[in-house]
């Protein structure tokens, strides 16, 4: 009595050949469907970069977009998590401008002595912003309210009080310069400046602004630590 063992199989068949390009095909266009967004945001960064001659990936250009926009990209990561937990939130432009004015109207027209400082109405703000967030993800995690009905009212109610604050809308001013000094200081370089390429000295003896590469090392320092951290 013999038997008989089944073939092994081959690999490398001519199947396996077909299969290659369409394997690496489909990646890519995985691939393209995931990233697509980052591909089209460095097709419009080179190509801006381009047409400004430069321009756009200048440290002052850089430093002006993230100062004329920080607000927007707080409110964006903030609204980033609640995307991503399966929800949304519709108050968070109103929240944001009734916590302004809050802020506005503790700082010059309410005297209310410590309270008017700087420092203690960015504290006090922070908290009032985290409890109105924790008041409205208490109805939805706890009463099963869908969200866009609770920020739907978020929204409508904080607008109203900020007008009410304002007065109607008008402008409250002008603010402590300390205040302003958060969206327009620059951290002093504790550590010391790092010079990579010495600045270019014309026939008179100045410096020729712009040339050479000084690196600014508190800055550097400080990202590393928010990359690793």
């Known amino acids: 009595m013999s038997t008989e063992s089944a073939p092994a199989p081959q690999s490398g068949t001519a199947e396996d050949v077909k299969q290659g390009p369409r394997i690496a095909v489909s990646a890519l266009t995985t691939n393209l ?3 697509g967004l980052i591909i089209a945001l460095i097709v419009i960064m080179l190509f801006f970069q381009y047409t400004t001659s430069g321009t756009l990936f200048k440290p002052v250009n850089l430093s002006n977009l993230v100062q004329q926009n920080s607000f ?3 409110m964006a990561l903030g609204m980033l998590l609640v995307i991503v937990a399966g929800y949304i939130d519709l108050s968070v432009g109103s929240v944001a401008g009734f ?3 809050l802020a506005a109207m503790m700082m010059v027209i309410w005297p209310l002595g410590i309270f008017s400082n700087p420092l203690v109405v960015s504290i006090v703000c922070l ?3 985290a409890l109105i967030g924790a008041a409205q993800g ?3 995690a706890y009463h099963k309210i869908p969200s866009f009905i609770v920020t739907l009212a978020g929204m409508l109610i904080f607008r109203g009080i900020c007008q009410a604050l304002l007065g109607g809308g008008s402008s409250v001013g002008p603010l402590p310069d300390s205040f302003k000094a958060l969206s327009s200081g620059f951290i002093p370089d504790v550590i010391g400046p790092l010079t990579l390429i010495p600045p270019t000295v014309n026939a008179a003896g100045k410096t020729i602004v712009g040339s050479g590469l000084t690196l600014h090392m508190t800055t550097i ?3 590393l630590i928010a990359v690793l951290a």
């Open 33 to 35: 469907r995931e990233y």
């Open 72 to 74: 927007i990209i707080v």
């Open 99 to 101: 916590i302004g004015a």
């Open 127 to 129: 908290i009032v912003g």
């Open 138 to 140: 208490y109805w939805i």
């Open 221 to 223: 320092v400080l990202g």
